[in-house]
């Protein structure tokens, strides 16, 4: 991981999940713990290391960044269980927070975009075949999980990286 020289900060509502999403696979591929100390945020790299404060009762926290989210307009993270308790906001579900980033992941120096993931193989090449038909960096791996996921890149700049993720409908995802 590569530490962030200028805080990057950003203020909104948080909420929380847990109980209906505990042992199901994150965005990230890693499988969902409401124990642990993670978060959902629609656009920091996997992997990043965020302080969470709550605003309206001074708690604060650290969090993991592996999942997408939240999807509702005015909510700018998602926290586990554990952290959404460990700033004390489970009874009203949501608070006003400001969230920060405290460990940028290493996903600045190599990204990929996940743009699919496939049971059938001949559809990940089909899925491949159309990027790289449109002149795009494209790769498939087969995962330990059976499944074969497509990605565009790799790309050495974050911006390249988010504006083919946001093109495209994908995943931004660290180089292995």
């Known amino acids: 991981m590569t530490s962030v020289d200028s805080e990057w900060s950003q203020e909104g ?3 929380w999940y ?4 505990d042992g199901k696979r994150t965005a990230s591929g890693e499988v969902y713990d409401m ?5 959902a945020h629609q656009r920091l790299p996997f992997g990043t290391r965020v302080r969470v404060d709550n605003l309206d009762n001074g708690r604060r926290t650290e969090v993991r960044i592996n999942d997408r989210g ?3 307009d005015d909510r700018i993270i998602d926290l ?3 952290a959404a308790r460990e700033i004390e906001m489970l009874g009203q579900g949501t608070a006003r927070v400001r969230i920060t980033v405290l460990q940028m992941s290493e996903m600045l120096l190599c990204s990929l975009v996940q743009v699919g993931a496939f049971s059938v193989l001949d559809n990940a090449g089909e899925v491949e075949r159309r990027y790289r038909d449109r002149g795009l960096p494209v790769i498939a791996r087969r995962g330990a999980d059976g499944l074969t996921r497509v990605y565009l890149g790799p790309y050495d700049d974050l911006e390249k990286a988010e504006r083919a993720r946001d093109r495209y409908d994908g995943i931004l995802r660290a180089c292995e």
């Open 35 to 39: 124990d642990d100390m993670t978060a």
């Open 18 to 21: 847990g109980p209906g999403f």
């Open 70 to 72: 939240p999807f509702v």
């Open 13 to 15: 509502v948080a909420s």
């Open 80 to 82: 586990s269980h554990a």
